[in-house]
């Protein structure tokens, strides 16, 4: 058995690696609750941000965390077009269409990707890589510690965008009313492409918070999206709250797997966890019946 | 104030509406008639930007509206409160209200809140309810307030009525006419003929996608032969 300590330890960094999925889930989650399609894209958008932090941190000698002002809104604005003027003209307003969509723009990124950047490993080096906060019993990597405080921030704002905004409550309306919303003179197809917009900035932000202490290759994103998937369905398909509890309980889920079972054994936590989910409670724990 | 002419529209290249006009004038109310499936809907979808016409006019103080979207429309002061209520159940009902301004009628957003509590005062005893735990009547008293929020010019009702007790039907047609006594025109589509014809200046009768009768609505109702052909009376 392990000392309390270690398990501590391991939880925390559990709640570390588990705000940046939910970062990744939440946009996942956002986009289907909103427009009610999986977005097949959203792994290929990760790694495109991460390599555009990349190229920031190794053209333009930018910081990630100060690359996140620029990365953010950039790809707010790609989530934005892509929806307005690809994904919504070339759906036709079939659900399945729009699916099809989304996978076709993530082969099309990922070949991008790996034309542009070969399937090489690369990562960026910064100076605090290796700080660390010392708690007593333990030591936290400052850049996950950061990122796990960005995270949180981020969630509570998307909340607060989501509830106190006239934005949000467009949003919240679309999602359950589309007709509804379009006779209240809210304009359906910019409310979809600004959660979409969203749904992309989530993406940009968690890559922002990854590349101090990981690295990019043009599949990097799918890894996590899987695993943000897992969590979307453990949370609730379209659910908020789910998707922020479910992350920071499949990250812990890992890291004790990861403890007890070895390194490299420690996401068969979560689909163990994703198949009992999908058998028991399919509706996930703060999922609407369906 | 609205006029529409020759309006042809449908679904799918299959017309539903075949070449039909009406018009309704400042401050009056406008009855729109009809057995079930004659076309009424589909009138208000097409009026209101739902559905794109694909053939006539659709012209709104003055503006060509045919073909424009539901925000354009709303802008314009012309707001639909559709059949089925069409309420947010997921929010409260005071967001509910306030979406209804989303798109006009915000800078007088917590005056017109006021007011419609003032008119409603049901809804202000469930402000922060969710809108679909509502009951059926609350919920069209709620559709009826978020389209007020926009401060219409004109507002088309469609259904006010539908599946609310006699005593509620009651009240919500002597509400229509406390709304349009404001000087609010209102296009009021309904199968509650009896009640439409006391309450409109004016009626037209739909049958197959066409108006077949129009008139002062006190002459309509005057005449048996008329309600028993169209109206089922």
């Known amino acids: 058995m392990f000392a309390p300590d270690i398990i501590l330890a391991a939880v925390l960094n559990g709640l570390m ?9 939440l946009g996942l989650t956002l986009v289907y609750g909103v427009l009610h399609i999986i977005n097949f894209a959203h792994g290929a958008t990760l790694t495109a941000a991460m390599f555009a932090v990349y190229v920031a941190h190794t053209v333009f000698r930018l910081d990630p965390y100060l690359a996140l002002v620029i990365v953010t809104p950039l790809f707010f604005g790609l989530g934005y077009g892509l929806q307005r003027f690809v994904i919504g ?98 304009d359906v197809a910019h409310i979809y492409a600004v959660t979409f917009g969203l749904g992309a900035a989530c993406v940009a932000i968690a890559a922002c918070l990854l590349m101090p202490t990981f690295y990019v290759t043009p599949r990097a994103g799918n890894a996590f999206v899987l695993v943000a998937f897992t969590i979307v369905v453990l949370g609730g398909m379209g659910s908020i709250p789910g998707a922020l509890i479910g992350a920071l309980f499949i990250g812990v889920v890992e890291s004790l797997c990861g403890l007890f079972f070895g390194e490299s054994l420690g996401q068969i936590g979560i689909f163990l966890i994703f198949i009992l989910v999908l058998l028991v409670k399919p509706t996930g724990l703060f999922g609407a019946r369906a | ?36 499936g004659v076309g009424k809907t589909t009138l208000n979808r097409a ?20 073909g424009k979207g539901p925000p354009a429309i709303v802008a314009a002061g012309l707001i639909h ?30 005056a017109n809140l006021e007011r419609m509590f003032a008119l409603f005062p049901r809804l202000r005893e469930r402000t922060g309810q969710l809108a679909g735990t509502l009951s059926g009547g609350e919920q069209q008293m709620l559709a009826i307030g978020r389209g007020l929020m926009a401060e219409p010019k004109l507002l088309i009702l469609d259904e006010p009525s539908l599946g609310l007790s006699p005593l509620l039907v009651e009240e919500m047609f002597s509400l229509i006419g406390r709304i349009a006594a404001d000087g609010l025109a209102v296009l009021l589509v309904e199968q509650n003929v009896i009640q439409s014809l006391e309450l409109a200046s004016r009626a037209y009768v739909m049958e197959n996608g066409r108006v077949v009768v129009s008139g002062a609505a006190a002459d309509i109702a005057a005449d048996p032969a008329l309600k028993h052909a169209y109206l089922g009376l």
Do not use: C, Q, W
């Open chain 1, 89 to 186: 003209p070339a759906s036709h307003g079939e659900d399945r269409n729009i699916l099809l969509v989304t996978l076709g723009l993530s082969i099309l990124i990922e070949n991008a990707m790996l034309a542009m950047f070969r399937s090489d490993t690369r990562s960026i080096d910064v100076p605090y890589a290796f700080s660390s906060i010392d708690l007593g019993f333990t030591f936290l990597a400052l850049p996950r510690v950061l990122a796990f405080g960005v995270a949180l921030l981020v969630a509570l704002l998307l909340g607060l965008l989501l509830t106190r905004t006239d934005t949000g409550k467009a949003i919240r309306a679309v999602a359950k009313e589309k007709t509804g919303a379009a006779l209240a003179g809210i």
């Open chain 1, 17 to 25: 690696t588990g705000s940046v999925y939910a970062l990744i889930a």
């Open chain 2, 1 to 36: 104030m609205l006029e529409v002419e020759n309006l042809v529209a449908g679904y799918g290249g299959a017309d539903v509406l075949r070449g039909i006009g009406l018009s309704v004038s400042a401050g009056e109310i406008v009855a729109v008639l009809g057995a079930n």
């Open chain 2, 81 to 110: 409160v559709p059949e089925g209520r069409r309420i947010f159940p997921n929010m409260s009902v005071r967001d509910n209200l306030i979406l209804g301004s989303y798109r006009r009628g915000k800078p007088a957003r917590a």
């Open chain 2, 47 to 66: 009026i209101s930007g739902l559905i794109r016409p694909s053939s006539g006019n659709i012209r709104f103080l003055g503006y060509d509206i045919a």
